[in-house]
């Protein structure tokens, strides 16, 4: 029979996931530090923009009726709080992923750094709307 451990102590946990096998792969790499760009930039480019558009701004634009929400600057700080959510959610399911289905956390960390970048793009066309 199998004794089990219940002294759970913090550093261990840290430390398994600093020497997980997922860091050593290129590609997940690759695409969390596009993730992580991607949102870092979307930050700075709300950061500067947002102060130069009025207290209320396009939240969302549609092709056939224009412009049809619209909301307080504060509200469009919920994209890329949404996209660093998403980020941390992928990642999560990918780190626990990664040894039993690597193909899936490569789809995982590459579907949260697309999806990053196309946050940004939205980002970027609202505020110059």
Known sequence: MRKINFNFKIGDSWRRLRYHAMWRDT????????????????????????????????????????????????????IPEMGLLILALNLFLALNVYKHERLSAYFLILTAALMQVFLLIAGVLIINL
């Open 27 to 78: 590609l997940a790499v690759w695409g969390l530090a596009v993730a992580l760009v991607g949102n870092a930039v979307f930050w700075i480019v709300a950061a500067f923009k947002i102060g130069q558009v009025g207290d209320i701004i396009p939240l969302h634009y549609n092709v056939y009726f224009g412009v049809d929400k619209i909301g307080a600057r504060a509200e469009f700080l919920q």
